[in-house]
């Protein structure tokens, strides 16, 4: 598995954004980098993925390094409802199925 | 559009009776993927179905066992119920076969089980 490195915790000020790293050095070509987030006690909700480009949705934009080892997830004007814990998963692809690793992911506390 | 729908939302049993928790996959979607998030922890894999066969499954014990229905709904039984089997269980849909990539998996609000 390619596994990922993320810090266990960060703050962000309300309206400022938020740069959540994430390193995956072991990753390989054809393995995709998922970001989710859990708010507390409700399901994983699906934020954004990417291959080797930069990738921006209605949420947030995620920047991969070009050797693919790390990536950052940018909420641009993060809110108090972005308060979550948020995961970088690399997927594996196995015979057949694919899953999703969860780590410890990174506990985001957005403040006034 | 309806998400991923799960039931009951909470259930309490007691040890060593048997449990069947429900998950109606977003609408168009094949997959369906099962996960446990024991308190404090990311969720773990436990299966994946697509197209009504088993495609995958986690480290987890015979105790456990599922099916998806050719509506694409899915059940999760667990029989003989553990007190360490007290946890949010997740369910996760997505469209495709699991081994195209990528894959994106949404996922339920889960069913909250308590073991006593």
């Known amino acids: 598995d390619a596994k990922t490195t993320q810090p266990p915790s960060m703050d962000c000020a309300e309206g400022r954004a938020a740069n959540l790293p994430c390193n995956h050095s072991?990753?390989?070509?054809?393995?995709?980098v998922y970001w989710y987030r859990q708010i507390h006690s409700q399901g994983p909700q699906y934020i954004i993925h990417g291959l080797k480009n930069n990738e921006t949705n209605e949420m947030a934009s995620l920047i991969i390094t070009e050797d693919r080892k790390s990536s950052t997830l940018i909420l641009p004007h993060a809110t108090l409802r972005d308060t979550a814990v948020y995961y970088c998963?690399?997927?594996?692809?196995?015979?057949?199925?694919?899953?999703?690793?969860f780590g410890k992911g990174t506990m985001l506390l957005v403040s006034p | 559009d309806a998400g991923v729908t799960q039931s009951p939302t909470h259930l309490i049993k007691t040890r060593g009776q048997h449990v069947t928790l429900r998950c109606s996959p977003i609408?168009?979607?094949?997959?369906v993927s099962w996960y446990q998030q024991v308190l404090g922890q990311g969720p773990q894999f436990i299966f994946q179905?697509?197209?009504?066969?088993?495609?995958g499954r986690g480290n987890f014990p015979d105790r456990f066992s599922a099916r998806q229905f050719p509506n694409y709904s899915s059940e999760l039984n667990v029989n003989a119920l553990l007190l360490g089997d007290s946890a949010l269980y997740l369910c996760?849909?997505?469209?495709?076969?699991?081994?195209?990539?990528?894959?994106?998996?949404?996922f339920g609000p889960g069913t909250r089980l308590t073991v006593t």
């Open positions: 072991t990753i390989s070509g054809n393995e995709y």
């Open positions: 996760a849909s997505s469209l495709g076969d699991p081994t195209g990539t990528p894959y994106e998996q949404y």
């Open positions: 998963i690399v997927s594996r692809v196995n015979s057949g199925y694919s899953t999703l690793t």
């Open positions: 179905y697509y197209e009504k066969e088993e495609r």
């Open positions: 609408s168009g979607h094949k997959s």
